[in-house]
Structure formats: C-alpha cells, structure tokens
C-alpha cells in the first residue's frame, strides 16, 4: 500500500524559505520509472503543478517558480523535499506530495496535503 | 508552456442527470491527460488517466475520451457522491498543468 505525508511549518514569514518534506511508504524512488511530485491549492483555487523528480534523479519545475524552487531525494529515507525561497502572502496554500509512475503517468496516489500560511 | 482550459467553472445538476466536462489544450497532448475528484478538505482523487483509461476502483458510470487538444470527463448518471470539484492535468509536456476545475453542485 503506497502513503504519503506531508510536514513542514505551518507558518513562515514574507522572504523566509519554506521547507516541506514528504515521507513516503510502499514503494521506492529507486525504481524505474517512479517519481514524487509536488501540487500546491491555494484557498478556495485551482490546483497548481509545482514540481517533480524522478527515480534517475531528473527533476522537472513550473517555469512561472523555477527560480524559487529546489527538490531533492533522499532514497534511503524515503522522502522527497522541496524548498521554496522568498515567501510571499501569495504561496499561502495547501501543498499536496503525490506518487507517479510511468505504467500511469498521474498523479495516482496522493498525500493528505498540509497547509501553509504566509504572512508576518 | 502547454494551457489547458476547462470547462464550465461550475454547473448544476440533479442526481441520476448525464455530466459533461471538457478541457482543451493548447497544443496537442495525444493522450496523456487525466481527471481528477476533490471533495472539500480532500485530496485530489485520480480517476481517469491515459484519457480514457479508468483508475482501479473507480466506478464505470465515469468515462472519458479524447485524445491531441479536445477532452472529455462523462458521468453518465450522476450520484449523491459525485458532487465535487473535478480537474484535469495534462502530463504530456517536461512539466504538468492543471485546468481550472469544474465544480458539480446540487440543483
């Protein structure tokens, strides 16, 4: 059975960085064709495809926030992390980790999301 | 960077009524775009991908169709529980994107 979690704070302030770490089970980023990706709702909007990155370590980012956007791996943790720099009020939203693959190619399972609020 | 429009925003429907949803791409996607169902407070639920390819578990009355620009999610008679928010994603290009949702309300 495959799960995500997301964590990560709930708050952070204009400018600050924003770390989220999704922590996964039932399956391994070392498998071909696997890959974590990262989808952020703001309140009351659509869902927004922020970035993802694949078992061969290739990462993919929107081009509107690839300046802002770092994902990482760690294999033996099972996790995935995504950075995000500058912090504005505007990020304020849900962000949801999700599993793909390539026998799919989706999103097929996702993680509960976690809320984020910028502001000071 | 590839846009998908979907559309309507919102429609009202009543229980047992046929839906129709479509989404149009900016260029062509083949086939590679999915849907997707939010209930409040939820996440996304995959329900189609491939176009027309239904997720494991997911009831038949769900269909879609397509495939280059135009796309299509059908319910064919709609339930109590199918009263959600509903996306496609286009997954064809280097990065995804999302349509805008449809919301499906009670009439």
């Known amino acids: 059975q495959i799960t995500l979690k997301e964590s990560g704070p709930t708050l952070v302030k204009p400018t600050q960085t924003l770390t989220l770490t999704c922590t996964f089970s039932g399956f391994s980023l070392s498998t071909s064709g696997v890959g974590v990706g990262w989808i952020r709702q703001p309140p009351g909007k659509a869902l927004e495809w922020l970035a993802l990155i694949y078992w061969d370590d290739d990462k993919r980012y929107s081009p509107s926030l690839k300046s802002r956007l770092t994902i990482t791996k760690d294999t033996s943790k099972n996790q995935v992390v995504l950075t995000m720099t500058n912090m504005d009020p505007v990020d304020t939203a849900t962000y949801y980790c999700?599993?793909?693959?390539?026998?799919?190619?989706?999103?097929?399972?996702w993680g509960q999301g976690t809320m984020v609020t910028v502001s000071s | 960077a590839i846009r998908i429009t979907q559309s309507p925003s919102s429609l009202s429907a009543s229980t047992g009524d046929r839906v129709t949803i479509t989404c149009r791409a900016s260029q062509g996607i083949s086939s590679y775009l999915a849907w997707y169902q939010q209930k409040p407070g939820k996440a996304p639920k995959l329900l189609i991908y491939a176009a027309s390819t239904l997720q494991s578990g997911v009831p038949s009355r769900f269909s879609g169709s397509g495939s280059g620009t135009d796309f299509t999610l059908t319910i064919s008679c709609l339930q109590s529980e199918d009263f959600a928010t509903y996306y496609c994603?286009?997954?064809?290009?280097?990065?995804?994107?999302f349509g805008q949702g449809t919301k499906v309300e009670i009439k």
């Open positions: 994603q286009q997954y064809y290009s280097y990065r995804g994107t």
């Open positions: 999700a599993h793909s693959d390539s026998t799919v190619g989706a999103f097929d399972i």
